[in-house]
């Protein structure tokens, strides 16, 4: 199964950053989605928003996490 979450752990993995960059990466995140209107929680954001978000990939519309 996909995680639906990214983690400060993960993201320092991804990305090859520091945990203090990995924490605010993820701030910066949840402060877009905030304002958009969605529920956040600290030091984790949704993996396909991610995925959109750096690599520019599409999640397909199952939501099984596979991208296209």
Known sequence: MQKQFVTVDDVQ???G???????????GINRELKAE??????GKCPTSYF??????????EDDTGKVS
Request: glycine share 6%; charged share 20%.
């Open 13 to 15: 993995k991804i990305l």
């Open 51 to 60: 995925k959109q978000k750096f690599y520019g990939l599409q999640v397909d």
């Open 17 to 27: 950053v520091s945990r203090s960059k990995a924490y605010q990466i993820l701030q």
């Open 37 to 42: 209107g969605y529920i956040t929680l600290s």
